[in-house]
């Protein structure tokens, strides 16, 4: 074992599969949380179609693993869609994404669903009370609530998000684990290598712990405000 | 005299169990109003239901001429004109009082930022707070903190103000400036219907008292017919109660 030549030798590849990582992980979240909120809102609404389209969506999501989804959207959906149009390809890194936003936004929703849940009734009615109406009520008075009860409940799934993303190199993603796959393929240093991955890991991920920290602090701060 | 709030024959159940039972009820310009009654005895349900925080089950509820009832009436127009104020405050947490208190006047865009931050500031000032513009609610006594829900409510310049129990979550020594607040609105002419259990202002402030048991008004008149002169057993055992 030779832990500075492992190293040397793998770090130009790592960093660009923990690029691939990051990069992934950052779309993903941000279209997962456009996702989350549509659903949470539709799942919240009167309309009972809105309301079972969210519902069906969540409970698919949560009721199957991520593998399985990343191959129905990278094996399976081509195919369907070939039928139509033969020479449709999708590329790995579409297929991760849509597979990573699909699954952070179903989550996402049910983060956001306990957020507003957890705001009180009468904040509500003393914002009727005064006219607004119910869209400007979740925008002014619900929402900027719900989202300080759900911040950590959020960087909780951010950072499963990235975690998850390990899985997608099943399908071929050039994600870390991809790279470091490939690495030990010819070189055999698999405790180096994969203690290695491990760090690169532990750094971003500590870096969006020390992020949240910091929000949270400056969210009491502002509550505690000056007198 | 104008007829601010006109109530006829409403019902209001909840599932089951019928709450109100056919409440007939006129309210004039510049009445106080205020409604006594044991507890559960559908008081805050007779108040949601004059701003529609409550759908009625039955009957007609008519405000400023407009029929709440109807569900073509656009609710929320109407509801400007109706301030509220709650026992338990809901005061926005996320926002300052002074933000608080013009949030409603400039997102319905019935003021600019700045005259809404001028009269927040003349109400802030008439409710003795001047000097907590900047805080939250959560740095506030009870009673600080009704007296700006007062405010917040007064910013919408309405014509009507409903209260229900604004007095009842607050420590005793708390209770008098809330209605010193109260009784300084009255006596600027402000149409008011008050769910209190504070006798002591519904005697002194009070044009009509009205009892209310099991979603009926038992008793109904001035302070002094409803307090000493009632022959109604249950308003007689009521008051024997709470005097
Ligand atoms: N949203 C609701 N759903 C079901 N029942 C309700 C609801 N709101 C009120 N009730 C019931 O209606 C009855 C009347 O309630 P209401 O709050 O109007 O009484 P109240 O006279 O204001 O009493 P209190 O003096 O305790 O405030 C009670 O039995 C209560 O449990
Ligand atoms: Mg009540």
């Known amino acids: 074992m030779d832990f500075t030549r492992t190293i040397l030798e793998s770090t130009p590849l790592l960093l660009e599969g923990i690029k691939i990582t990051i990069l992934i992980s950052v779309i993903s979240l941000i279209i997962g949380m456009v996702i989350g909120l549509l659903m949470c809102i539709m799942g919240m609404s009167k309309n009972i179609l809105l309301k079972a389209i969210s519902g069906v969506y969540i409970w698919i999501i949560r009721g199957t693993p991520m593998i399985v989804q990343a191959f129905i959207v990278y094996f399976g959906m081509p195919q369907v869609i070939q039928l139509f149009n033969p020479s449709f390809r999708i590329e790995a890194f579409t297929a991760g994404i849509i597979t990573l936003s699909l699954n952070a936004g179903a989550y996402l929703a049910e983060i956001f669903r306990g957020g507003i849940m957890a705001v009180p009734k009468g904040q509500t009615e003393a914002a009727r009370s005064l006219g607004l109406s119910k869209s400007r009520t979740m925008l002014k008075i619900i929402l900027p609530q719900a989202f300080k009860v759900a911040i950590p409940s959020m960087v909780n799934q951010f950072i499963i998000t990235v975690k998850d993303t390990s899985i997608l190199s099943v399908i071929g993603l050039a994600d870390i684990v991809n790279k470091a796959k490939v690495y030990v393929g010819k070189s055999y240093q698999f405790f180096a290598t994969y203690i290695l991955v491990a760090v690169y890991y532990l750094i971003v991920i500590s870096i969006l712990m020390l992020l949240s920290k910091y929000l949270e602090k400056k969210i009491n701060y502002e509550r505690k405000g000056r007198s | ?243």
Do not use: W
């Open chain 2, 1 to 243: 005299m104008n007829v601010k709030v006109e109530v006829k024959n409403l019902k209001k159940s909840f599932h089951k169990l019928n709450v109100l039972n056919g409440i007939d009820l006129t309210v004039y310009e510049g009445e106080v109003v205020c409604i006594i009654g044991p507890s559960g005895s559908g008081k805050s349900t007779l108040l949601r239901c004059l701003n529609r925080l409550e759908d009625a089950t039955g009957g007609q509820v008519i405000v400023d001429g407009y029929d709440i009832t109807d569900k073509k009436t656009n609710i929320n127009k109407v509801r400007e004109k109706i301030g509220m104020v709650f026992q338990n405050f809901n005061l926005f947490a996320h926002l300052t009082v002074l933000q608080n208190i013009m949030l409603a006047p400039v997102d319905l865009k019935i003021m600019s930022k700045e005259e809404a931050h001028k009269t927040a500031i003349e109400l802030l000032k008439r409710v003795g707070l001047e000097d907590k513009a900047e805080c939250h609610p959560h740095q506030l006594s009870g009673g600080q903190q009704q007296r700006v829900a007062i405010a917040r409510a007064l910013a919408m310049k309405p014509d009507i103000m409903l209260f229900d129990e604004p007095t009842s979550a607050l420590d005793p020594e708390m209770v008098g400036e809330v209605l010193a607040v109260m009784k300084e609105l009255a006596s600027q002419g402000m149409t008011m219907i008050c769910v209190t259990h504070e006798m002591g202002f519904a005697k002194e402030v009070a044009d009509r008292v009205i009892f209310i048991d099991e979603g009926v008004i038992m008793e109904e008149g001035t302070p002094e017919d409803v307090f000493t002169n009632t022959k109604n057993p249950r308003a007689i055992d009521f008051l024997n109660k709470v005097l």
